[in-house]
T-cell receptor, first 114, second 114 residues
């Protein structure tokens, strides 16, 4: 079982460009999440989705957008990247919606914005 | 004051030592407490999950929750080099409308020296 896959593994992006980070899960989990992890700041929630067709804002949503067209996919889009968005991005999912229960994490995408 | 405080370390111990990792929190609404382990360049994975005050044991790992002191601990007995990782505490509280928001500590980096 693959669990959660993320693509790309890493990316260098010029400031002002747009980019979509892909996330796919094969566990048929209801909820999905996007986090960023920065040294000294830990994991912070960007956006979440409790079920297909719904999304919500987390702690640091500015500059990011998400969509949840189906159960398996939860892409994260940076419309116009800025250097402060340099980070490691993790996608996660959980069977229970609303942040309850175990969250399963993907391997992460390392993004550098220059 | 951050909702969840965790000493980032790094913490270095000899193989076989007992390790104590701790987090304090300020939000008395936190109800669920977790410990995640994150190996270098990987996503976090759930190690322990507790709901109430008290101890929960799983092999060499013991999770302890003291709600009255707003303090949680993870103990690792007979530590092994394979335990070398970053350990993140996480806690969740009802954020309204049946949703729970998960808040992570910044993580403690542990190295177990053979």
């Amino acid at each position: 079982t693959a669990g959660i896959t993320q693509a790309p593994t890493s990316q260098i992006l010029a400031a002002g460009r747009s980019m979509t980070l892909r996330c796919t899960q094969d566990m048929r989990h209801n909820a999905m999440y996007w986090y960023r992890q920065d040294l000294g700041l830990g994991l912070r929630l960007i956006h979440y989705s409790n079920t297909a067709g719904t999304t919500g804002k987390g702690e640091v949503p500015d500059g990011y957008s998400v969509s949840r067209a189906n159960t398996d996919d939860f892409p994260l889009t940076l419309a116009s990247a800025v250097p402060s968005q340099t980070s490691v991005y993790f996608c996660a999912s959980s069977e229970l919606a609303g942040g309850l229960g175990e969250q399963f994490f993907g391997p992460g995408t390392r993004l550098t914005v220059l | 004051q951050k909702e969840v405080e965790q000493d980032p370390g790094p913490l270095s111990v000899p193989e076989g030592a007992i390790v104590s990792l701790n987090c304090t929190y300020s939000n008395s609404a936190f109800q669920y407490f977790m410990w995640y382990r994150q190996y270098s360049r990987k996503g976090p994975e759930l190690l322990m999950y507790t709901y109430s005050s008290g101890n929960k044991e799983d092999g060499r790992f013991t999770a302890q929750v003291d709600k009255s002191s707003k303090y949680i601990s993870l103990f690792i007995r007979d530590s092994q080099p394979s335990d070398s990782a970053t350990y993140l505490c996480a806690m969740s509280a009802n954020s309204g409308a049946g949703s729970y928001q998960l808040t992570f500590g910044k993580g403690t980096k542990l190295s177990v020296i053979p």
